[in-house]
């Protein structure tokens, strides 16, 4: 009988061994649905997948929810259409049959700790995708820790995070694999117009900026809004092209997709002052060595300011006089973020270290396996 | 800008006259950045004269003319300018950048005939602190159906526009029938309104090209404004809206206003 058990668990092992090595192995990405709207965290797994899908291996995509929209109108065709599955319904039930396999990866992003849980005692390699720790801390248990959910490795999108979570799991292996920006978003030769954009997730931020400025400078009344939101990444980067400045507002953040989208459309960004610094806004003073928000953009801490530093930003831009500098250190970062740096980090950290890894793995308990068996003989 | 001609209309030459337009031919200068451009000179003989003896060079031309009033000496002028026209008063100042964003929107916005710049109206002494501006309208969303157009509609309903500084194309201007030599103060509104109607395109460039200071003392606006009543200029207003339908300078004696 256990002779039987060892020879069932040596075909086990060889099959998932071969599993790798012929690229039949699936690796599952959880997903949240944002009914249709762009986000920046989202459309980086969607890249992942479709980046591994070109490499050869095989992809799914996994959500719950029931009236699941995807992603087919704000990042496009070819990422909708990578393979997806509901793998339970909104009230818990099961839906897709999943058949996991040790040989199967499973990518958890930081949201979903309940998924961490639920998934404790399968066979898979689990990863933790951690883009925003701040929603870990929101959704990791009190007492949880991923030692007792049996999972070592966190991929994340920053140094600047990867030292945050080192000092807090200083035992888990963590790697980064670098966000990116599409290249649809890019500068123009073309002359602009004098319209503002304005990207917050809250509505109430656009009002506060816009009827104040009106109220406080009637003489620019006649200055345009344009609110980029919910449109599909070719119409955001038009708009960005077009018009002469950007207002972003997004205090949370831990990267800042819009920002980098903006500046890389050759738009003046006034940006509201993150609550934590990340890899690319800061420089660091040669003097002191103190950290320092980047010159490439220009920052304000409260919303109440904006419409002064608009007014002068808009007479200023009419005027001519915008330092070129501006245009020159935001552009400085068009080298980072690339699509083809971030597939090389993808096939570097997926491929050549987890998927090698668990292909080791497996290669010891095989020949554990097989020395045991040779021992009982 | 090489098939660009800068009109100077100057019908007296004194102190005066020569500090302001030296300080308008330097901006000239700086703002022809590939030295291309032609200066025009039109006002008497005896303004001529002397200003031959200070401007005269390459891409300078002089023509005279006895006409002192603004209209006859820009009808008169643009037979002899290129492909573009525009038009720098003695006391006024083109930006440095102005015939470069020209170039650059006209190259995107090249249906256009007439490319008006934003223009700041400032008080002397004050002159970073705008209080308005003008053209500006054109530029905002609810204004006209294309940004940046003028359309006739919003040109019968808002009358803040102002074409001092503005790049024409010589060819359309003539077309039309050039300015209207009997319109007081309201020719440069009747000429806008009369191109749109007969299809020209007239762009705002949303940058400031040029500074013209409000009722500068001796200036024509300050004339106007000293000595015309509120209800001559509404005239002159009205009577633009209704003339702008005739290409053809008609004899509109009997509509001229009178006390």
Same mark, same amino acid.
């Given at each position: 009988m256990a002779n039987l058990e060892k020879k069932e668990m040596i075909k086990i092992v060889e099959e998932n061994i071969g599993n790798i090595n012929d690229k039949s192995f699936t690796i599952y990405f959880y997903i949240f649905d944002t009914k249709g709207n762009p986000s920046g965290s989202l459309s980086y797994i969607y890249q992942t997948a479709y980046t591994l899908k070109e490499l050869g291996y095989n992809v799914c995509m996994l959500h719950s929810s029931d009236d699941f929209i995807g992603?087919?109108? $704000?990042?496009?065709k070819k990422y909708a259409e990578l393979p997806h599955k509901?793998?339970?319904?909104?009230?818990g039930n099961m839906k897709d049959k999943i058949e996991l396999h040790a040989s199967d990866f499973v990518i958890i992003p930081d949201i979903f700790a309940n998924v961490m849980i639920a998934l404790k005692k399968a066979p898979c390699k689990k990863i933790v995708l951690v883009q925003n720790y701040n929603w870990l801390c929101e959704s990791m248990?009190?007492?949880?820790t991923f030692a007792d959910l049996k999972i070592n490795d966190i991929i994340t999108t920053t140094e600047t995070q990867k030292n945050i979570l080192e000092s807090y799991f200083p035992n888990m292996n963590i790697f980064v694999v670098s966000p990116s920006i599409s290249p649809v978003f890019r500068d123009t030769d073309k002359p602009r117009k004098l319209i503002i954009n304005i990207i917050s997730k809250e509505q109430s931020n656009i009002h506060r900026i816009i009827k104040p400025f009106y109220w406080k400078?009637?003489?620019? @009344? $006649?200055v345009s809004f344009n609110e980029i939101r919910g449109v599909p990444q070719e119409i955001a980067s038009e708009a960005l092209r077009d018009g002469a400045i950007t207002i972003w507002i997004d205090?949370?953040?831990?990267?800042g997709y819009s920002a980098l989208e903006a500046m890389r459309c050759g738009s003046i960004l006034l940006a509201k002052t993150p609550n934590t610094l990340t890899d690319w806004n800061f420089e660091v003073?040669? @003097?002191?060595?103190e950290k320092r928000l980047t010159d490439a953009c220009i920052w304000f801490d409260?919303?109440?300011?904006v419409p002064d530093m608009l007014a002068s930003i808009v007479r200023t831009w009419t005027l001519d006089k915008i330092p070129s500098e501006i245009y020159k250190l935001a552009h400085k970062?068009?080298?980072?973020?690339t699509r083809e740096t971030q597939a090389k980090e993808i096939e570097h950290i997926y491929i050549d270290t987890l998927v090698d890894r668990r292909k080791k793995d497996f290669e010891e308990v095989l020949v554990q396996l097989k020395n045991n068996e040779t021992k009982e003989k | 800008m090489k098939d660009l001609t800068v009109i100077v209309p100057v019908h007296e030459y004194n102190d005066n006259t020569e500090k302001h337009l030296n300080r308008a031919v330097n901006s000239f200068i700086e703002v022809d950045?590939?030295?291309d451009s032609e200066l025009l000179f039109i006002g008497p003989k005896t303004v001529i004269t002397e200003l031959k003896k200070k401007y005269d060079g390459k891409n300078r031309k002089f023509v005279e003319n006895e006409k002192s009033d603004f209209c006859s000496q820009i009808n008169i002028a643009v037979d002899s300018c290129r492909k573009y026209f525009s038009i720098l008063e003695f006391d006024d100042v083109y930006l440095p950048t102005w015939f470069k964003n020209v170039k650059s929107y006209s190259e995107v /916005?090249?249906?256009?005939s007439i490319f008006l710049p934003l223009t700041e109206i400032v008080v002397e002494g004050k002159?970073?602190?705008?209080i308005g501006y003008v053209? /500006?309208?054109?530029?905002?969303?609810?204004?006209? /159906?294309?940004?940046g157009y003028l359309d006739i509609e919003s040109l019968l309903n808002y009358m803040n526009f102002n074409t001092t500084g503005g790049v024409f194309k010589t060819e359309d201007f003539i077309e039309l029938g050039?300015?209207?030599?009997?319109?007081?103060?309201s020719f440069w509104y009747e000429f806008l309104l009369r191109a749109v109607r007969n299809g020209k395109k007239v762009y705002v460039i949303p940058k400031i090209g040029y500074k013209h200071t409000l009722c500068? /003392?001796?200036s024509l606006s300050e004339t106007y404004n000293k000595t015309m009543k509120p209800e001559e200029s509404d005239f002159w207003i009205e009577l633009a809206q209704k003339d702008y339908l005739f290409k053809k300078t008609r004899d509109i004696s009997h509509y001229l206003y009178e006390e």
């Open positions: 992603v087919e109108g $704000w990042l496009g509901q793998h339970q319904t909104e009230d248990p009190l007492a949880a400078y009637p003489i620019y @009344k $006649w205090s949370d953040t831990n990267f003073d040669e @003097k002191t060595g409260s919303i109440d300011t970062l068009d080298n980072l973020y | 950045t590939d030295k /916005e090249d249906k256009a002159e970073d602190e705008p053209n /500006e309208a054109a530029l905002s969303t609810s204004f006209s /159906e294309e940004l050039k300015l209207k030599e009997p319109i007081k103060l500068r /003392e001796g």
